[in-house]
């Protein structure tokens, strides 16, 4: 299994760009979930899916933020307009059915200027 | 949601000795997981406790959970610079919805 796959791994952008993050779920798992890592804040929980349903989405900052999961093996992450205090590592992670370990993918790691 | 004190939030040692991290709760919790992140990297997870008293082991790494399930530890024997890292305890994760806080960075000098 080759894991859960993120892209880009880094993106560096201007402020006011569209930002667009990638994520491929593990195969069979039907949760996923959108972490956001800075030296500030830790390790949020920005959203999370069950089913491709977004179920809750308390953490998303602000409105320029939306994510979506349109199958069962896609999701995305999108900032528009992005902002400096965006920069962080984004995090994806998926769970199977039943189960209550999380599976990181290796991060997009955003720098916007 | 829950949130425990881990401590500390840095510990720095000379390779070879021991380390333990400490989390803990003013109210019972219905499990407890670890995770790892090493530097430059994602969390990885370790290990989940859900039993009073519960010890697990895994090679150098001892996890316990208290009696009264409101604190754990995790301890490292002989430290080596492959467990530099930031060491999460998450407690009372439901269906993967895990809230991470500080956690403890360990720094390894060789």
């Known amino acids: 299994d080759a894991g859960v796959i993120q892209s880009p791994r880094h993106e560096v952008t201007e402020m006011g760009q569209e930002v667009t993050l990638r994520c491929k779920p593990i195969?069979?798992?039907?949760?996923l979930f959108w972490y956001r890592q800075t030296m500030m804040r830790g390790l949020e929980l920005l959203i999370y899916f069950n089913n491709n349903v977004p179920i809750d989405d308390s953490g998303m900052p602000e409105d320029r933020f939306s994510a979506k999961m349109p199958n069962a093996s896609f999701s995305t992450l999108k900032i528009q307009p992005s902002e400096p205090r965006d920069s962080a590592v984004y995090f994806c992670?998926?769970?199977?059915?039943?189960?209550?370990?999380?599976?990181f993918g290796a991060g997009s790691r955003l720098t916007v200027l | 949601g829950q949130q425990v004190m881990q401590i500390p939030q840095y510990q720095h040692v000379q390779e070879g000795e021991d380390f333990t991290t400490y989390c803990n709760s003013s109210t019972t919790l219905s499990n407890i997981q670890w995770y790892k992140q090493r530097p430059g990297g994602h969390p990885v997870f370790l290990i989940q406790?859900?039993?009073?008293?519960e010890v697990k082991k895994q090679k150098r790494l001892t996890f316990q959970f208290g009696e009264a399930k409101k604190n754990s530890s995790l301890h490292i024997t002989a430290t080596q610079t492959t467990d530099v890292g930031t060491y999460f305890c998450?407690?009372?994760?439901?269906?993967?919805?895990?809230?991470f806080g500080d956690g403890t960075t360990l720094t390894v000098k060789p």
């Open positions: 406790l859900v039993k009073s008293g």
């Open positions: 998450i407690p009372n994760t439901n269906a993967g919805k895990s809230t």
């Open positions: 195969s069979g798992h039907n949760s």
């Open positions: 992670a998926s769970l199977p059915a039943g189960a209550n370990v999380l599976t």
